[in-house]
């Protein structure tokens, strides 16, 4: 079964870091490109970023409204995606999601809420 | 960016009803768009990728058409469990893009 997994939300003050984690399993992680979704409360979805597989050099895209900010990475001996997001503001608060959002694509996590406020 | 400008953005309907979603891009995007469907307070699931093509398990009833700048999403006769949001996302230029969603309502 296809699944993934998002972790390491939480609380976190403007301006602070944290690290989102998603584990996946049930297919062969590394042929897939992997994205980051987030939803803000009330709101639609957006598209956070991308990183691709290895034969594509594991290139990353962002949104623009996350670029600079937010780094993605993978480990593809563990299967998992990551989320490095730096100089947190309070427009991030929303829950986040990982799937492949291309033609291959995946199923998507329940999410993990990361919430930005003092 | 590639603007995704979808409509309705909501729609009331009965079951049993025919209903039609759709999603024009600002550029084209050749047929490089999924269609997904949320539920409160679940994650999104994709039923429909490249413009046309049904996710495995999907009902028949929902189906995709489109290419380039126009993109609609069927359902062919409405079940109680269609009752939820539908989003349309272009995967074919950077920065990714969704509309804005369609809440699906009973009426």
């Known amino acids: 079964e296809v699944q993934v997994v998002e972790s390491g939300g939480g609380l976190v003050q403007p301006g602070g870091s944290l690290r989102l984690s998603c584990a996946a399993s049930g297919f062969t992680f590394s042929d897939h490109f992997m994205d980051w979704v987030r939803q803000a409360p009330g709101r639609g979805l957006e598209w956070v970023g991308r990183i691709t597989n290895k034969p594509y050099s594991y290139t990353t895209s962002y949104a623009t409204s996350v670029k600079g900010r937010f780094t993605i990475s993978r480990d593809d001996s563990r299967s998992s995606l990551y989320l490095q997001m730096n100089s947190l503001k309070t427009e991030d608060t929303a829950v986040y999601y990982c799937a492949d959002v291309g033609t291959k694509g995946t199923s998507w996590g329940q999410g993990t809420l990361v919430t930005v406020s003092s | 960016d590639i603007q995704m400008t979808q409509s309705p953005s909501s729609l009331s309907a009965s079951v049993g009803d025919r209903v039609t979603i759709t999603c024009r891009a600002s550029q084209g995007i050749r047929n490089d768009l999924g269609w997904y469907q949320q539920k409160p307070g679940k994650a999104p699931e994709r039923l429909i990728y490249?413009?046309?093509t049904l996710e495995s398990g999907v009902p028949s009833r929902f189906s995709g058409s489109g290419s380039g700048t126009e993109f609609t999403l069927t359902i062919s006769s409405l079940q109680p469990g269609d009752f939820a949001t539908y989003y349309c996302?272009?995967?074919?230029?950077?920065?990714?893009?969704f509309g804005q969603g369609t809440k699906l309502e009973i009426k």
């Open positions: 996302l272009q995967y074919n230029t950077y920065p990714f893009t």
């Open positions: 490249a413009a046309s």
